[in-house]
């Protein structure tokens, strides 16, 4: 079946200016995660979504960054005045919920490469 | 922070077993040992993971040694695509990020 996907693939833009990444996981999956990945640095944790809510935030650098999940499936990362330092890759995965709470394999998408100029 | 230690760089001839190493000294008794592979501009890709018991699947096998305290990432007969950089990971079940460090760079060479 398909995988998770993200759009844009690129998005290049201005220091200071607003952009939104979209995520669409794996139909049925209840779990939602975002990442982002420096340039040589593995992938670092940044929310979780379980359902429409944000289960754990705690990865989000600051408050320029805000997720939403609103009908539980298709999230998107806003990141308000971007900073040069925000240039990297935003990953999204998704996984299923299984039986007991307990979380299952996160299948990840290709990414989304954000430049901040 | 990640729990684990990986060396930074691998070669393998291509056809032959490239086996590659973790330590997780610290792991815990619910902590499960993941494998993620992360080919060149793609995200990172699911391989297997394990408890305690050796596990295989149609990509790999993971030999955990009998303390946990390490475990080998085996893919049986490199592949130019198995070129990737790889990711040991430690992850307690009930919870739900995955805390990646720097990885593996496999190189297969023909």
């Known amino acids: 079946g398909a995988g998770v996907s993200q759009t844009p693939s690129n998005k290049v833009t201005e220091k200071g200016k607003y952009v939104e990444l979209r995520c669409d996981p794996i139909?049925?999956?209840?779990?939602l995660y975002w990442y982002r990945q420096s340039l040589g640095q593995g992938p670092e944790f940044l929310i979780y979504?379980?359902?429409?809510?944000?289960?754990?935030d705690s990865g989000l650098p600051n408050d320029r960054f805000f997720a939403v999940r609103p009908e539980g499936s298709v999230s998107t990362l806003k990141i308000q005045r971007t900073e040069r330092g925000d240039s990297a890759v935003y990953l999204c995965?998704?996984?299923?919920?299984?039986?007991?709470?307990?979380?299952?394999?996160?299948?990840f998408g290709p990414g989304t490469r954000l430049t901040v100029l | 922070d990640a729990k684990t230690t990986q060396p930074p760089s691998m070669d393998c001839a291509e056809g032959r077993a490239a086996n590659l190493p973790c330590n997780h000294s610290?792991?815990?008794?619910?902590?499960?040992v993941y494998w993620y592979r992360q080919i060149h501009s793609q995200g990172p890709q699911y391989i297997i993971h394990?408890?305690?018991n050796n596990e295989t699947n149609e990509m790999a096998s993971l030999i955990i040694t009998e303390d946990r305290k390490s475990s080998t990432l085996i893919l049986p007969h490199a592949t130019l695509r198995d070129t990737a950089v790889y990711y040991c990971?430690?992850?307690?079940?009930?919870?739900?990020?995955?805390?990646f460090g720097t990885g593996t760079r496999l190189q297969v060479f023909p």
């Open positions: 995965a998704s996984s299923r919920q299984k039986a007991g709470g307990l979380a299952d394999t996160q299948y």
């Open positions: 139909s049925g999956h209840t779990a």
């Open positions: 979504f379980q359902g429409t809510g944000a289960a754990d």
């Open positions: 610290t792991i815990s008794g619910n902590e499960y």
């Open positions: 394990g408890l305690k």
């Open positions: 990971i430690v992850r307690v079940l009930y919870t739900d990020k995955l805390i």
